[in-house]
């Protein structure tokens, strides 16, 4: 008879819906079942006398998503995910600065959050919503539609000149030179 169980993963690097996707498709092939899924968190239930947690495990990190272990991993990784949701995946409003935004969704301090994200991602949370923001940029660039004006404006930037200006420092390209280039680089959300 066979001993079913649930186990809740927590997961690094899980910061898009393709990752859901992979991660359903996969264990859907060995007949577990995906109870609950959502970025950086994964519930499976299985039978125990085919799998051990370790395995479980073992699959998540040959996909490229590493188990959290402990709670600062596991803040960080949901500050990565709140970042994203806030220049990727929501209308970016200027108006609203990135740390208030950040600490409406903790209830921590915002020197806390940027404490705990500096000591382990080794950049500042500032940084990474920079890096995050060109990242948006290089989307819309590649779009082609939408003026270079208008998307200074949509992500924030007060000038077109500050959105080139940190496009060049953060790329080494000028937006110019970046929309000539054949195959344009991004980077994924991390």
Known sequence: MAKIIRHRFLLRNM???CCLKLIRYVFE???ITVVKAKLGEVELSFDAALYKVEDLEEI???LGFEPIEDKETELVEEMKRVVIELVHHTTYNAMVRNSDFIVGKFNLSYQHLSTVFSKREHITLEKYIILQRIEK???LIQLDELSLSEIAYMM???SVQYLSTQFRKITGYSVTDYKALPEKERKGAR
């Open 15 to 17: 910061l898009c819906d």
């Open 29 to 31: 092939q060995q007949q």
């Open 60 to 62: 998540f990190t040959e």
């Open 137 to 139: 940029v290089k989307e």
């Open 156 to 158: 924030g930037y007060s």
